[in-house]
């Protein structure tokens, strides 16, 4: 398939590593914030979602923070996998349909 | 979740020629989105199409160029309308099941432009 996100920062995590990702949201006023994997060759997959009337949230293997003070959104990952390899995109809204989708990480995960 | 299906997966086509993509969901959805997204791009919002009214279109998107239809809760096209090289990208649909929360993505039409 082909490559989503050629020129996006990358970040690179051994084999059973956490991962950290990252991303700066735009407006003040959002108030339900989603992270996405992007596999190549496929759509966004939902991973996990939090609203901002909570700084943390966690799932299977993933945690969401929420820091509304900086506009700062982070997704952990923990004992990062092979198929944990994407795209990772954060998107806001607020209490709205539009979502306002970051610019994308891609995750690279080293055997 | 929602399971949707998008057609064509991928596409080829001529400049100056239309293409018409079809977006089915498993379930009866309120909302139904468009958005594109070019090579090493995040998306964008192209439109939202609405069962029974006329399709919302974002800044920079015209129903001229992106006609879209949603004769059901379940099924929506979006035509990419004479084509030019510029319209390579991804075309995703989302569809919203809670009312203007969680958004859930097809899996795309790969079109290339010559």
């Known amino acids: 398939g082909e490559s989503v996100g050629l020129h996006l920062p990358t970040l690179s995590v051994q084999e059973g590593d956490n991962s950290i990702i990252n991303c700066a949201y735009s407006?003040?006023?959002?108030?339900?914030f989603i992270w996405y994997k992007q596999e190549s060759g496929k759509g966004p997959q939902f991973i996990i979602d939090?609203?901002?009337?909570?700084d943390k949230r966690q799932g299977q293997r993933v945690t969401v923070l929420l820091n509304k003070t900086v506009k700062h959104l982070s997704l952990q990952i923990a004992a990062t996998q092979p198929g944990d390899s994407a795209v990772y995109f954060c998107?806001?809204?607020?209490?709205?349909?539009?979502?306002?989708f970051g610019t994308g990480t891609r995750l690279k995960v080293l055997a | 979740s929602a399971v949707i299906s998008q057609k064509p997966s991928r596409d080829i086509c001529q400049r100056g020629t239309s293409l018409t993509i079809q977006c089915q969901v498993d379930?009866?959805?309120?909302?139904m989105f468009w958005y594109r997204q070019q090579p090493g791009q995040s998306l964008t919002l192209i439109a939202t199409?609405?069962?029974?009214?006329?399709?919302?279109?974002e800044s920079g998107f015209v129903i001229d160029k992106f006609p879209i239809s949603r004769p059901n809760l379940t099924f929506s096209t979006l035509t990419v309308s004479n084509m030019s090289p510029e319209d390579s990208s991804i075309y995703l649909c989302?569809?919203?099941?809670?009312?203007?929360?969680?958004?859930?993505f097809g899996p795309g039409t790969r079109l290339l432009v010559l």
């Open positions: 989302s569809v919203d099941r809670t009312g203007g929360e969680t958004q859930y």
């Open positions: 199409a609405n069962q029974g009214s006329e399709a919302t279109y």
């Open positions: 379930s009866q959805v309120t909302m």
């Open positions: 998107a806001e809204t607020a209490g709205t349909y539009k979502y306002i």
């Open positions: 407006n003040s006023a959002s108030d339900y």
């Open positions: 939090i609203r901002s009337n909570m």
